[in-house]
Nanobody, 124 residues
Framework: QVQLVESGGGSVQPGGSLRLSCAAS????????MGWFRQAPGKEREFVAA????????YYTDSVKGRFTISRDNAKSTVYLQMNSLKPEDTAVYYC?????????????????WGLGTLVTVSS
């Protein structure tokens, strides 16, 4: 099973940028689709972005398209989320996880154990 540790969160003003990292352990990382998810206060966890094992395909929830970029470095067993033009509604705890398609094309689901996440706060 892949163990995951998220980092890179912090407090930024609206319009700012952050880069999140997720370090994975386990020899199967390079074969897995990885995703970022987030949970805002008082809300359910939601899908943000996913990337296939070869980086050939990426997927984003509509609210972050054009602002967030997911990438990975299989040699370092790390997946990244570059977040630009941040908005207050991006405030959440961000988690990475292995990802699988949800039924009926309804986005993506986390497919493994959840880590502690990293907190992103966007506020003026």
């Amino acid at each position: 099973q892949v163990q995951l540790v998220e980092s890179g969160g912090g407090s930024v003003q609206p319009g700012g940028s952050l880069r999140l990292s997720c370090a994975a352990s386990g020899r199967t990382f390079s074969t897995l689709t990885m995703g970022w998810f987030r949970q805002a206060p008082g809300k359910e966890r939601e899908f943000v972005a996913a990337i296939t094992w070869s980086s050939s395909s990426t997927y984003y929830t509509d609210s972050v398209k054009g602002r967030f970029t997911i990438s990975r470095d299989n040699a370092k067993s790390t997946v990244y989320l570059q977040m630009n033009s941040l908005k207050p509604e991006d405030t959440a705890v961000y988690y990475c996880n292995t990802a699988r398609p949800a039924p009926y094309g309804l986005g993506w689901l986390g497919n493994g154990s959840w880590g502690l996440g990293t907190l992103v706060t966007v506020s003026s």
